[in-house]
């Protein structure tokens, strides 16, 4: 048989868990490149414990994506400028490289400019510099209003910036200025976490509620950085310091490329990930076109797209890697993603609650949120340092 290559677009959460799946089991003769753009792959969970100060800086949550080679992985240190679905060939400002399989997992970029006034007022929760200045500012806040402001849906990790507030929260009672700190969010949409249903979306708000943080139902237009407010439709809130999420949208290449929808991602087939031309009926024109991860739509029952998080990424790309081996080696390819997946919500003072459960169930997704405990703090560490591995050996 001859070899196969295996071209992976990204190396991030979701591209480097198909390329170690794929590596542990595909023969040597076959390639699996990646195309990363970064010299360093960024442990963007972590950014919330850059913010509290547990890790110093941003060096600390970078790992050097040279490590890889040693897996017998092949980095293409460029950035992917277009993409040929029907030809499988990527073209950087160097080469075109050519794919036998063609996986793209170029995750959700950040698009702080879709909201005027973000870059100059906010600290950008989802950058490590942003998180890393936010910890300074936090450490130098002796009392005020304190916002965090969500731009946008869809964005990645849907808890990420209530597990900001929850630890902001138990921060400042730690430091005993809590009653000097007025604590506040805004989002678009009645409830935190709209997709994980009204449940989990009440739990959240009496979380927030018993902490007295408020949450606000908005849609930002923008911000006025001369007199620190956050402009919202007829309405507005003051604040003395802004943590922000930004809109975020598909890399340019993605766009570009013709595969997103209106959703302006790639609308994959929910179980198989391939990239689809015709979404209605989950047929595709394109042969061995796959995506995973943040660049993905995934339509769910209840008409909300799957969110945008690692631990789906990572599970869409060892189905991905399954599907890859079985057909080179002439078999049917039977992996199915079932979109199942679960993540601890850290809420500060060493505990975390756990969100998740069954999000293609019938008629529409089945979602818990687990009270806090200690042991899923400690597994929150522990699928860390699974990522830690893969550059650490
Ligand atoms: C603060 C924060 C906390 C989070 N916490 C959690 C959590 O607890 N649990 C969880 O499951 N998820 C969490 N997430 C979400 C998680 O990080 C993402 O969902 C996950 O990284 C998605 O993986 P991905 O592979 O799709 O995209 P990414 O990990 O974003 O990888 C995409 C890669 O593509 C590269 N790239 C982009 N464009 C190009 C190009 N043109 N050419 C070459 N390379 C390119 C990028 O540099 C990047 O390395 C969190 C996110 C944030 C910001």
């Known amino acids: 048989m001859a070899g196969k290559t295996v071209l992976i677009l990204g190396g991030g959460w979701g591209g480097m868990a198909l390329a170690y799946s794929l590596r542990g089991m595909l023969a040597d003769e076959h390639r699996v490149v990646v195309i990363e753009k970064n010299d ?76 005027p006034g973000f870059a100059e007022s906010a600290y950008n929760l989802y950058e490590a510099e942003g998180a890393h200045g936010l910890q300074q500012a936090l450490a130098d806040f002796d009392g005020g209003k304190i916002v965090t402001l969500i731009s946008r849906m869809p964005y990645r990790c849907p808890a990420a910036p209530f597990e900001a507030i929850f630890l902001m929260d138990s921060l400042f009672r730690e430091k005993g200025i809590r009653d000097r700190v007025d604590l506040s969010i805004h989002a678009p949409g009645p409830r935190p976490m709209a997709v994980a249903g009204p449940a989990v979306g009440d739990a959240l708000l009496g979380m927030l509620a018993d902490r007295d943080i ?28 802004l943590v922000g999420v930004p809109p975020h949208k598909a890399p340019q290449a ?6 997103t929808d209106a959703s302006g991602y790639i609308h994959v087939h929910p179980q198989t990930l391939e990239a689809l031309t015709d979404v209605e009926n989950l047929q595709t024109d394109y042969s061995h076109v796959y995506a995973i ?56 003072g060493g505990l975390a609650a756990l969100a998740g459960g069954a999000f293609y169930a019938s008629p529409g997704p089945r979602i818990t949120l687990e009270p806090p405990s200690a042991q899923f703090r400690r597994d929150k560490e522990a699928f860390e340092e699974v990522l830690d591995t893969w550059f650490t050996g």
């Not at 360093?40 to 941003?58: Q, R, V, Y």
């Not at 006025?224 to 310091?241: H, I, N, T, W, Y």
């Open 254 to 259: 993605v766009t570009d490329s013709g595969l």
């Open 293 to 348: 991860g943040d660049v993905t739509t995934v339509t769910l029952l209840n008409m909300m797209p799957l969110p945008k998080t690692g631990v789906f990424a990572e599970s869409e790309g060892r189905v991905v890697a399954e599907n890859i081996v079985a057909d080179i080696a002439g078999a049917p390819a039977s992996a199915r993603y079932d979109g199942r997946g679960e993540c601890p919500v850290d809420i500060g």
């Open 40 to 115: 360093t792959f960024a442990l963007c969970m972590s950014n919330l414990k850059i913010m509290t100060g547990e890790w110093n800086s941003p060096a600390d949550a970078r790992r050097q994506m040279s490590n890889i080679s040693r897996e017998g992985i092949e980095w293409v240190h460029e950035e992917a400028v277009s993409i040929d679905p029907v030809a499988r060939e990527v073209r950087t400002d160097s080469q075109t490289l050519k794919a036998d399989y063609l996986v793209i997992a170029l995750g959700a970029g950040l698009d702080p400019s879709g909201v």
């Open 214 to 241: 408020a949450y606000g139902n908005h849609v930002v237009s923008s911000i006025d950085s001369a007199s620190r407010k956050v402009l919202f439709d007829g309405d507005e809130d003051p604040f003395d310091l």
